[in-house]
């Protein structure tokens, strides 16, 4: 399994990469309402997942036959006050979580800083965590 | 009229096969392998390596590990194959309209990139997910707070560069 993972994320990889979804000036564009480009991946990707979910719901078992289990994301204030700081930072980045690793394995430098960014966000995520609970009314650890 | 990717001024592959292609891959990752897309949450479990807090060693980061860190290491090694087979593989500081509109050296270029990095840290795991377990597969399953979160981060990331290149680096 390990190795689909890797091949499945690698396949993900190539295609942000060429696509323009790991591409600063793509993503300045879409943002600029200059390109359609970024709509349209994100566009197709959702219409065609969304048929593919449907079927595959209505089948109901994975291919080797597990049930399948789609787990669920809650609602809480974080939702939309996490969004909004995403989207300032995927402006700021031109990159959002998948294509900061895209970007590093293109050759970017500067995407190690942002990687490291990153990993600094999602530690201060974590440690300001319960401060944060009852405010944003966010769900238990 | 198609804006060059900053790889090697490549021309992107068409909207409608790249969407295809991120359809395929999150569709196959539910069908063989049971899992639900979604990358902001590889960022928990690489601090779940060094960090102790019951945050990032609850069972939601340390179950995902097995499969969120060799599809992490595939992302790495995808962005590295495209570059090795359109132009060859070379460190690069090349950032495109940020290099001819804001033009800081590498020291601001870096300093930019970590504070943009750390919203999106921050932003994508208060969020609950990114552009791919909110934006691609929560709003293709027509979860609400999927569609509010992309929502939120499609809105913010207009308006941040609007001012950054309409009015602050106009």
Redesign the interface.
């Known amino acids: 399994?390990?190795?689909?993972?890797?091949?499945?994320?690698?396949?993900?990889?190539?295609?942000?990469?060429?696509?323009?979804?790991?591409?600063?000036?793509?993503?300045?564009?879409?943002?600029?309402?200059?390109?359609?480009?970024?709509?349209?991946?994100?566009?197709?990707?959702?219409?065609?997942?969304?048929v593919?979910?449907w079927l595959?719901k209505r089948r109901g078992r994975?291919?080797?036959g597990?049930p399948?289990?789609?787990?669920?994301?809650?609602?809480h204030r974080?939702?939309?006050?996490?969004?909004?700081?995403?989207?300032?930072?995927?402006?700021?980045?031109?990159?959002?979580?998948?294509p900061?690793?895209?970007?590093?394995?293109?050759?970017?430098?500067?995407?190690l800083?942002?990687?490291?960014?990153?990993?600094?966000?999602?530690?201060?995520?974590?440690?300001v965590?319960?401060r944060?609970q009852k405010p944003?009314k966010l769900p238990p650890? | 009229m198609s804006i060059p990717l900053i790889l090697h001024g490549l021309t992107p592959i068409h909207w409608s096969l790249a969407g295809a292609g991120i359809a395929a891959v999150t569709l196959t990752l539910l069908f063989v392998t049971n899992r639900r897309l979604g990358v902001s949450s590889s960022f928990e479990d690489l601090c779940s390596f060094v960090l102790p807090s019951p945050y990032f060693q609850r069972n939601a980061v340390l179950s995902g590990r097995p499969w969120r860190m060799p599809f992490a290491a595939g992302l790495v090694l995808g962005g590295f194959l495209s570059a090795a087979f359109g132009g060859g593989w070379s460190p690069t500081w090349a950032l495109g309209m940020f290099d001819t509109a804001i033009g800081f050296g590498h020291a601001g270029k870096l300093a930019w990139m970590f504070a943009g990095g750390l919203f999106v840290g921050f932003g994508t795991r208060l969020a609950g997910g990114c552009t791919s377990g909110h934006g691609v597969f929560g709003v293709s399953n027509f979860e609400w707070p999927s569609i509010l979160s992309t929502a939120s981060f499609m809105a913010a990331g207009i308006v941040a560069t609007q001012v950054v290149y309409r009015v602050l680096f106009a």
């Open positions: 399994m390990t190795l689909l993972y890797i091949l499945l994320g690698t396949i993900f990889g190539f295609v942000l990469s060429r696509s323009g979804a790991a591409d600063y000036d793509q993503i300045q564009s879409m943002f600029l309402f200059r390109s359609f480009q970024l709509y349209g991946i994100l566009g197709t990707a959702v219409v065609l997942t969304a593919g979910l595959l994975t291919a080797l597990k399948l289990k789609i787990e669920l994301k809650p609602l974080g939702t939309v006050v996490g969004g909004v700081l995403f989207g300032i930072g995927w402006s700021m980045a031109g990159m959002c979580p998948g900061i690793l895209v970007n590093i394995g293109e050759g970017k430098i500067y995407a800083a942002a990687l490291a960014g990153a990993l600094c966000g999602a530690a201060l995520l974590g440690a965590y319960p944060l944003l650890i």
